[in-house]
């Protein structure tokens, strides 16, 4: 496995794989590996020649009261666990080298961006669109790999994607859980004993919600405030919003007649977790 | 001479010329050529096995108050024009083609742009950012040819084009100009008679500036005083800005002591010029 630190290297890579006529897997990450990014790995080798995992904390996409310098790194181990799963290129640029002094461009995708964590974190799908056209340009990918988890994100991704026509495929691999159904993340770290034991709640109340709309509520709104109601009930969690959208618009959502986006945000003391479900629908729908 | 109307058309035009072993320059209009245009594709044929002209009338980059309606077209003619100077395909797409329903991402390039044609045009640059992007992952062209007229503009996709670490070069090439001195513009077509007389003040002007920096004026100041001066003396002239600028980050100059921009855009009537000289250097400056 090869480890590229900048543009050129990276790139020098990817050549060598097109030159032999092979097709290239994106796997953009900020490091921190767990069973999620090993999903998104193991899917991209699957349809992949050469698996490029891209790790690299984007200073752009945090808030300033936000985790930057305390968002968990440890790159030989991720080095390790992408080596182990068959990945053939990691690209860990400095931020140095991805936003060199004098750099002053910004993609900013609309409509989508101003619900849900857009609103929680002013400037993060800005900082994400924009580190995402660069790593699309830098590594230029046959197949981009997203996970469920960042539901938003892929939505954000698929449209600028589209819009800047950027000529790759984007593909959502579902969300990979612990065994009590706890979305895997890298801020899990974070959480004291009881606050992780306590999140197991998010999980909890997407299944109620699923079971709901499977026993056939269409209301939205009660199916949402029923959820509030359950994650209220934990003392630890604090809500940042529940939400149920439409695809992709990311609409607001009455009727619950056709697949729809149940997203949540919660803060477990300083943690905030996101997790979701599509009602009426799977992964495939986003 | 091909003509393509759509993005998958164009994309399979390059994918041949590339499978021949071929380079690709492109040299994005908005058409109705002048000699100017025709500058730019010789200029590409010489470095570019094939030349691909785009011609679109950008909506995104005129002001609600511009002259998007009424910006001169003639396709037929400029398709006569392109196929003459050895163009090997014309991508004309349709506003809906670019701009399909839902389409919500823009690109915004920083600081070089809240002066000069950025303060008189708001958006107007954050429209040519994002259609130039949108051009450049389409055809994914070698080098990019642009007019140093526009040299604002220039700039611009030299910093997205590095910023977004799209892989091309940009080439600029100097403006080509009446033989008056007027530098060619579609716009021209709309002066009157007694404007397109008067409108020769402009090239005069920075002629004068050229000479004043030639003879040793360092002041700045007392150069683009005494532009406006010969701008303000000629009845049907009214200035819309005078600057001098720093290279390549545009910022105010007071010392001339390394190449400048001396950039001016005015009216007469309702017909807004530009114009521009680069000041202790040349276009190669840029």
Do not use: W
Not at 187 to 216: D, F, I, K, T
């Amino acid at each position: 496995m090869q480890i590229c630190r900048t543009v050129k290297e990276i790139r020098a890579f990817v050549q060598q794989v097109r030159s032999r006529g092979g097709s290239v897997g994106l796997v953009p990450t900020m490091g921190y590996f767990h069973q999620g990014h090993l999903a998104l790995m193991r899917r991209a080798r699957e349809s992949c020649d050469a698996v490029v995992v891209s790790i690299f904390v984007n200073p752009l996409q945090f808030g300033p009261q936000e985790d930057f310098a305390r968002y968990p790194r440890d790159f030989a181990r991720d080095a390790a666990m992408a080596e182990e799963a068959g990945v053939a290129a990691v690209f860990a640029p400095s931020a140095e080298e991805m936003y060199p002094s004098g750099f002053a461009t910004h993609v900013e995708v609309g409509g989508l961006t101003d619900c849900l964590c857009g609103l929680s974190r002013p400037g993060h799908f800005r900082g994400v669109a924009t580190v995402v056209a660069k790593l699309f340009n830098i590594v230029r990918p046959d197949r981009a790999f997203f996970g469920q988890k960042d539901a938003q994100q892929l939505l954000v991704v698929r449209r600028l994607a589209a819009d800047l026509n950027m000529d790759l495929e984007i593909v959502v691999v579902p969300t990979v859980r612990e065994a009590d159904g706890l979305a895997m993340s890298s801020r899990n770290v974070y959480l004291e004993p009881e606050q992780r034991r306590a999140a197991v709640v998010l999980y909890q109340s997407l299944r109620e919600a699923e079971e709901m709309v499977r026993g056939g509520e269409r209301d939205a709104g009660r199916v949402r405030r029923k959820i509030e109601e359950m994650i209220a009930a934990v003392p630890e969690a604090r809500i940042d919003y529940v939400e149920i959208r439409s695809l992709p618009a990311l609409e607001p959502v009455q009727e619950l007649d056709a697949p729809a986006l149940l997203a949540l945000a919660v803060r477990f003391g300083t943690t905030r977790l996101i997790d979701n479900t599509v009602l009426n629908g799977s992964a495939a729908d986003l």
